[in-house]
């Protein structure tokens, strides 16, 4: 290669670019190194820049598609470049964060595009639970890249972008991706989408080998509240809470936050709904996210139970309690339950329960933990007096409380090893602190196996 065209390429490689732009925010001080810069697809660079540098004082991998090259067309060395980052990460233990922004593959080879779509596919899913996996989506992300997307430990859209794998499969948006749990999070542009990938990755290890980052903390002052959302802000560090798949699922919630600086994940079910299909999904996604890196799961269960109606048996409610029982069953980090409500049944199995491998049970002294509903259970304990009373609903509802005051109290589950003790809500934060601390040293041996057969 001559001088002039070695300066003519490193010409094209200065030039500034979306991607470039992107890169230089995600970084600290706005500062990356690029690799491979100069590699060429035909007469123009590879379509992709890929980069390391340091976020949150970390070092991790990032790679962003160019835009203004080929619409950001997926060429073969582009892939390359990709998998090039991906087998580094392998290597070192870092973190790679993908920002999408393509039209797909370049398809004046499609047979070379196939090849490259799958090396990627490989490499993720050989690195998924080793390393954490960020995808932004900052403008459209079509066809096998969309999987790759779905692929990473958490993605985020801005609300104008656009993923789908088919153009023909119809709406496409930010929102439905997000209902779909597809995407984490729906940001207003890509600067705040960014800002969330690093929100993110301050609140994870490097790699599973690694224990998360220890945080200086501000005590939350706020007194607890059972609003699913006012949970974590009362138990969890001052402006830690960072809410992840907010729009999948009614009655759940779920969240990456620090308690006295070290990551924890909460988990909340709502009082005033039914746990559905989605709220199964979205929750048994987010324990085994946190148990491949090791993060405790703090759940919080108040809740009318799973849904039990015609709709959520078309939409498979079986294979999703059992999907969610076996995430927490599996699970080996620390998991601590706390009842601070109802918890009647398969509800109280599946999220706090002993069988659902719960390292420390908690509840509170109003919560209510039932083998049925105490209204389902009046039915048939007090029959006789149901059937000989005036009015049906209003006696059914006294026996009801009373039934939930005399025999499904916390006092009598701790009595019977169903909880391990029953702290009161301004003693709360302060329990778990002590149990996490406790559990922090937490081993658990597994049968050998190749992995559980867990129904999707």
Do not use: W
Not at 15 to 43: C, H, M, Q, W
Not at 238 to 251: D, F, T
Not at 271 to 280: A, G, L, V
């Amino acid at each position: 290669m001559s001088d002039v065209t070695l300066s003519q390429l490193k010409e094209k490689a200065s030039a500034i670019t979306p991607a470039k732009n992107r890169l230089t925010y995600l970084f600290d001080n706005k500062k990356f190194t690029e690799l491979d810069s100069l590699v060429l697809s035909g007469e123009d660079l590879s379509g992709v820049v890929t980069a390391y540098g340091y976020v949150n004082s970390f070092p991790i991998y990032a790679f962003a598609q160019d835009s203004s090259i080929k619409n950001g067309a997926l060429t073969a060395e582009g892939a390359k470049k990709i998998a090039k980052v991906y087998d580094l990460a392998e290597k070192t233990g870092l973190p790679v964060v993908g920002i999408y922004d393509s039209y797909g593959a370049d398809i004046n080879n499609g047979f070379s595009a196939m090849n490259n779509y799958g090396e990627l596919l490989k490499r993720t899913s050989r690195l998924s639970g080793v390393v954490p996996q960020i995808a932004v989506v900052a403008g459209v992300c079509t066809g096998m890249a969309s999987v790759l997307v779905a692929n990473s430990d958490f993605a985020v859209m801005t609300e104008d972008s656009q993923l789908y794998a088919s153009p023909n499969q119809g709406e496409n948006s930010a929102k439905l991706c997000a209902e779909n749990g597809v995407v984490a999070k729906v940001a207003k542009d890509e600067n705040e989408a960014i800002d969330f990938a690093k929100d993110i990755l301050g609140k994870l290890p490097q790699n599973n080998l690694e224990p998360s980052t220890q945080f200086e903390f501000a005590r939350s002052e706020k007194p607890f509240s059972k609003t699913i959302e006012g949970i974590a802000d009362s138990i969890c560090d001052v402006n830690s809470v960072v809410e992840v798949y907010q729009q999948k699922g009614c009655a759940s919630y779920t969240a990456l936050a620090t308690i006295e600086g070290s990551t924890v994940g909460i988990v909340a079910t709502s009082k005033n709904d039914t746990i559905c299909p989605c709220d199964c999904a979205k929750i048994a996604r987010f324990v085994r996210t946190l148990d491949a890196f090791a993060i405790p799961v703090v759940t919080f269960v108040d809740t009318k139970g799973f849904r039990n109606d015609a709709k959520a048996e078309e939409k498979g409610i079986i294979n999703a309690m059992a999907k969610l029982s076996a995430s927490y069953s599996e699970a080996t980090t620390a998991k601590v339950a706390v009842v601070v409500g109802n918890a009647y049944g398969s509800a109280f199995t599946c999220l706090a329960g002993k069988g659902a491998n719960a390292d420390v049970v908690l509840a509170t002294p109003d919560a209510v933990i039932s083998a049925l509903d105490p209204v389902t259970a009046v039915e048939f304990l007090y029959h006789d007096k149901l059937s000989g009373a005036k009015n049906l609903a209003e006696e059914r509802n006294k026996l009801a409380k009373e039934y939930a005051e005399t025999q499904a109290n916390a006092a009598l589950a701790g009595a019977n090893g169903v909880v391990d003790a029953v702290v009161d809500t301004n003693n709360l934060r302060d329990t778990l602190v002590e149990v996490l601390y406790m559990l922090e040293g937490k081993r658990e041996p597994t049968l050998p196996k190749k992995h559980g057969n867990m129904p999707l």
